[in-house]
């Protein structure tokens, strides 16, 4: 079946960084879409970056564009999000999720498959 597991999450200080891995398994990796998305307390879980299949396409929301980078490897079955200069705001439950298609993704609509999440806390 289907997992996506997430790691690399934790507390880091303003202005530092983290790099989240996502390994997936149960599917074909490199024929997917794939996104991270979070979700801080109270608020809605948001897109924060995708890729597409083979990496040529990304999106970036835009609070996080220019300081975070999502990249994947398809050999490893695995697609990081690279988090620098980290903000207050950036603390959320981090998810790794799968495209229902080969493309970029767009929205939590075009999600098919989520991972259980993995913490990141921003101190001051």
């Known amino acids: 079946q289907v997992q996506l597991v997430e790691s690399g999450g934790g507390l880091v200080q303003a202005g530092g960084s983290l790099r989240l891995s996502c390994a997936a398994s149960g599917f074909t990796f490199s024929s997917y879409g794939m996104a991270w998305f979070r979700q801080s307390p109270g608020k809605e879980c948001v897109l924060v970056a995708s890729r597409s299949w083979t990496g040529g396409n990304m999106y970036y929301a835009d609070s996080v564009k220019g300081r975070f980078s999502i990249s994947r490897d398809n050999a490893k079955n695995t697609v990081y999000l690279e988090m620098n200069s980290l903000k207050l705001e950036d603390t959320a439950v981090y998810y790794c999720?799968?495209?229902?298609?080969?493309?970029?993704?767009?929205?939590?609509?075009?999600?098919?498959?989520w991972g259980q999440g993995t913490q990141v806390t921003v101190s001051s």
């Open positions: 999720a799968r495209g229902r298609t080969y493309g970029v993704v767009y929205s939590r609509y075009q999600i098919d498959y």
